[in-house]
Nanobody, 114 residues
Framework: QVQLVESGGGLVQPGGSLRLSCAAS????????MGWYRQAPGKQRERVAV???????GYVDSVKGRFTISRDNAKNTLYLQMNSLKPEDTAVYYC????????WGQGTQVTVSS
């Protein structure tokens, strides 16, 4: 079973940037479409970005033009570059496959505040 470990979160001012990483165990990482999800306090978890095996990406409207998802299959790692961060981006960020079928990791907290 694939295990996921997210990292790279932190406290950043509005307009700042962060790069999240998700390290996946196992040799099957490259066969999955993968996604980044987030859950803000009191809200449901939502998928914000997805990347398929061929590298095609998709984003929720609220992050289009600001977030970039990428993957390095050789390193079994998924990334999320987040630029022009807003307070409403504050959430715990998780990675999972595109259908959220894997076991969730612990997530990484992103806080955008002045």
């Amino acid at each position: 079973q694939v295990q996921l470990v997210e990292s790279g979160g932190g406290l950043v001012q509005p307009g700042g940037s962060l790069r999240l990483s998700c390290a996946a165990s196992g040799s099957s990482f490259s066969s999955f479409a993968m996604g980044w999800y987030r859950q803000a306090p009191g809200k449901q978890r939502e998928r914000v970005a997805v990347i398929n095996r061929g590298g095609t990406t998709g984003y929720v409207d609220s992050v289009k033009g600001r977030f970039t998802i990428s993957r390095d299959n050789a390193k079994n790692t998924l990334y999320l570059q987040m630029n022009s961060l807003k307070p409403e981006d504050t959430a715990v960020y998780y990675c999972n496959d595109a259908t959220a079928s894997m076991m969730w990791g612990q997530g990484t907290q992103v806080t955008v505040s002045s």
